[in-house]
């Protein structure tokens, strides 16, 4: 710069004068004439001049920042909830296997029905979504889905057994396997393997050694002769099945009471009799068109029993012809 040159942008434009002041908003005031020293007088003072950020705009770089950030977060923490859930449900899913592997022990049945039980169980929690966690819901659906199972298998398990060894009242069972049933579209119905299952645990439970086939035989004759007679129709299939079991030990000299033989599936002896009272006498009205039928009677039908047995087929056509024949000759 020149000798006799002098720096003018230090110079009020409006007095002349080089005395400034900071004012009230921290701008430049001449202290003569109160004149804002103007930004554009000189290159060198804009450059100077700073600005400090403002807090929306660092609220806003912020939030860009967490824009980039926020998806990977967002997935790190949706995956991490998925391995506990995934870990969560294997969890349950062996504690009811566990449970089905001790209720199939304690009834005696085989463990092939173990998988299609926990098969059942998993697809009902998964319409449900939700696995039962107190305890005496897990006894319930564990109950019914091997109930059902072993049904669907032949496998001749009743309700009662399983009420009786989950603890639970058998009202409680019969509404789970109602739900089980609804919600999974199945239909339990009790077939002759089922039947002929459940005669040969009765048999091991009273220790039937000898003529255990013939007594087993008879048993599901008498099964067959309660469902012809409607006896069997809307009941417990386990009552019917020990009272045709509990004539035919009688029938081949053996003593054994209802009691007992309730008492290997957890029933009742009451039910029992009155079955053996219905059977009793549909056998009483076979044999009686007999011409020496007036000497059977309900106290000593099992006596004649395996004889109206082997003779089924001849004598419920001829029973009920005498009756139509005796109908008409009354009307006559």
């Keep these: 710069m020149a000798a006799g040159s002098m720096d003018t942008s230090n110079v009020c434009e409006g007095c002349g004068a080089d005395d400034w002041s900071s004012g009230v908003l921290g701008l430049d005031v001449c202290s003569s004439c109160g004149a804002v020293k103007s930004f554009t007088g000189s290159l060198n003072f804009a450059n100077k001049l700073q600005r400090a950020p403002q807090p929306q705009q660092q609220l806003a770089v912020r939030s860009r920042q967490l824009l980039r950030v926020r998806p990977d977060r967002q997935l790190t923490t949706s995956g991490r909830h998925s391995v506990l859930a995934d870990h969560r449900r294997q969890q349950r899913v062996q504690r009811c296997r566990e449970a089905i592997g ?7 049945i085989p463990e092939t029905v173990q998988e299609p039980a926990l098969a059942l169980l998993v697809r009902h929690c998964n319409r449900q979504r939700a696995f039962p966690r107190q305890a005496k819901r897990l006894k319930r659906l564990v109950g019914a889905c091997v109930l059902a199972a072993s049904a669907r298998q032949g496998m001749g398990l009743t309700i009662h057994e399983v009420a009786a060894k989950t603890n639970l009242p058998v009202g409680e069972v019969k509404k789970q396997v109602w739900k089980v049933c609804k919600l999974n579209g199945i239909r339990l119905v009790r077939s002759q393997e089922n039947v002929e299952a459940m005669l040969q645990r009765l048999c091991n439970a009273l220790r039937l050694g000898e003529q255990r086939a013939a007594v087993c035989d008879a048993a599901k004759q008498l099964v067959l002769i ?35 033989l309730g008492s290997a599936i957890g029933v009742g002896p009451a039910t029992i009799n009155v079955r053996v009272a219905e059977l009793k006498r549909i056998l009483v009205s076979l044999l009686q068109t007999l011409p020496w039928g007036h000497m059977v009677t309900m106290n000593n039908v099992h006596v004649y029993l395996l004889f109206g047995l082997e003779f089924r087929s001849v004598l419920v056509p001829a029973a009920r012809e005498l009756r139509r024949r005796q109908v008409s000759e009354a009307e006559a």
Aim: aromatic letters at 12%.
């Design 102 to 108: 001790v209720l199939s022990a304690s009834v005696r």
């Design 226 to 260: 309660a469902d012809e007679s409607w006896i069997a129709t809307g009941r417990m299939w386990a009552f019917i099945v020990c009272a045709a079991l509990l004539l035919a030990l009688r029938a081949y000299h053996y003593i054994v009471d209802a009691e007992a």
